[in-house]
């Protein structure tokens, strides 16, 4: 049947019947003469996603050319309308698909969050942070022991070793999904040799290639790419952010070792100042005042012998921890009991380097984590919904048969095939996973904010404790001074006989609290410095570092 003579207007629809060798209908709107090009009514479904939109008008485009190779030699009649039947069946089933971002109506793919102020600039003001300078900010402490157990610490801590093996493991399931987009190929080779009774032997062999491919037409494969490389992230900075809390953790618990051991020092000392007025009390006899004297000296000492234990359990408690951080056992780890000299805590300088809180938000490897997490369920929600749809697979094989390794009768086996196949009903199980991965992204959203706000806490909490520890020990130094000054003139006093012995006993007692106090308050001050820097994002080169 010819083409009727086309219409001026382009008002009036015609039908075309197609060359036998085609054997469908198509119904087709007549238009002017040029008649402009029109895209494939398939597309229109797949308008959303560029890329998924191609895919499919190739797959249509290619089902075409081989339906009409495969026409030629269809007969008409019932033949030829089951194959219509077949035909248009799966290519409906594909143009009805659409991308899944444009096709979620279960829901917002990003849900309403309450926004986070993030403040212009923190409480305290000071000059800009160095990167660097965050980077190593334990250097700044002067101590070269502290440098020694954070380097050792990086190399041999178990949760840095923890962390890099779920890393390796994210880099090999992305490995995996990123296989999934190429095509199989196998091979396989036999050979046999029967013999039968009053038969001669005969030898067959066959060697072949077998190839499949599944084209992503809608992102199923690709989105969980997609899933896997932000997961592989996700690892990677949580591996740089147990490297920054392992960091943190051995200078705090260092510093508080240090901290412990001045405090033995302070309390030796003490013990030694009360083994004197003992002997001093003791020489005075002969009245009841002075064996009440005598015995409240005995009673000093004893309790300044009884604050020596403690103390050395304290600084053995700190010295395991230690060695935990450092990846060793708990009694590998020793340190000498006298202090460097001069005899100091590991302080960092007063003044404060501070990023903006944008910029901490942005150098912090957690936060980072947790936006790279949000990532990998948006692309998990895609797949869900992708998984949905139905699967196209093409296979070919070549093969090679024949009796005989030389002989006759040798034969070359070809094939091509293709399937479709997708859920034609599931209870709403498909449904509800794309429901399950919305929930999983609503859930990391939330952990996102947390973790915001959460940063924003710690680097204000740190901000505040260290100005009052600051305060608090400029205080301690002056009751220092003046207890000191107390306690000579006390027992100058009691020398000469013109002061009680229990004045004397209080003046002890009162230095030697201010002086422990003045100690807690430095390793106070020194535990805020390393707080604050952990949590502006020091110990790792956040802008330079690599992500895989």
Known sequence: MRWRKPCSTGKRWIARRSTPSCARRLWRRQAPHPRPRRRPWWSARCRSNSYQMEQCEAAMDHTLRISKRTCINARSGAAAAVFRAGLLAPCLMLAACGPWNSRMQDGPLVPPAQPVSIPERWSRDAPPANAAALADWWAQFGDPRLTLLIAQAQRNSTSVAIAEARLKQARALRDLAGAGLATYVSASVSAERVREQN??????????????????LYGYRRQGLSASEATVRAEALTLEDARVSLAAEVALAYIELRGVQQRQALARAYHVRQQLLLDM???????????IDRQRARAALALAAAALPGL???RAQLEHSLALLCGDVPDALTLDLALPSPSRIPEAPDELALSLPADTLRQRPDVRAAAAR??????????????????VRLEGTIGLRGLGIGGAGSSVLRGLFGAISGTAFDGGSGQARVAAEQG????????????????????EDALAGLAADRARRLALQEAVAAAAQAATLAMRAYQDDALEFQTVLDTQRTLLASEDELVQATVAQGTSHVRLYKALGGGWQGSAAPLP
């Open 199 to 216: 038969s001669a032997p005969r030898s067959s062999y066959h060697a072949g290639l077998d190839a499949s491919w599944e084209p992503d």
């Open 281 to 291: 009390a003791g020489r005075r006899t002969g009245s009841v005042g002075a064996e």
């Open 312 to 314: 050395d359990a304290s």
């Open 374 to 391: 949000v990532s990998a369920v948006i692309a998990r929600v895609g797949q869900a919904d992708a998984a949905r749809k139905p699967v």
């Open 440 to 459: 999983a992204l609503l859930e990391n959203y939330a952990l996102l904010r947390a973790s915001v706000l959460m940063a924003l806490r710690e680097v």
